[in-house]
């Protein structure tokens, strides 16, 4: 069993930075990798940024060069650095491994 705890949320102008963390407890496995979702009002929910039990990261588009995901392995601890905001990154941000273990969710407000 898997317990996943996002915090680092809240509201932030254009072209600011946050972080958000998520903190696993539980034995996580290493086939899957530990993502970022995230989802605004009537959107579905997308995949923001992926890193696997190797290291190795990928990125949606629209937030390539802006967000970085790493991880600290010893807090078991997953880190989403997001810079440069925009207004339409504003989503309540979901922390997920693999199909079943879902976090409750963090609130990012981007506005002015």
């Known amino acids: 069993q898997v317990q996943l705890v996002e915090s680092g949320g809240g509201l932030v102008q254009p072209g600011g930075s946050l972080r958000l963390s998520c903190a696993a407890s539980?034995?996580?496995?290493?086939?899957?990798?530990m993502n970022w979702f995230r989802q605004a009002p009537g959107l579905q929910r997308e995949l923001v940024a992926s890193i696997t039990n190797g290291g190795s990261t990928i990125y949606a588009d629209s937030v390539k060069g802006r967000f970085t995901i790493s991880k600290d392995n010893a807090k078991n601890t997953v880190y989403l650095q997001m810079t440069s905001l925009k207004p339409e990154d504003t989503a309540v941000y979901y922390c997920n491994h693999g199909p079943h273990y879902w976090g409750q969710g963090t609130q990012v407000t981007v506005s002015s």
């Open positions: 539980g034995t996580t496995s290493s086939v899957y990798a």
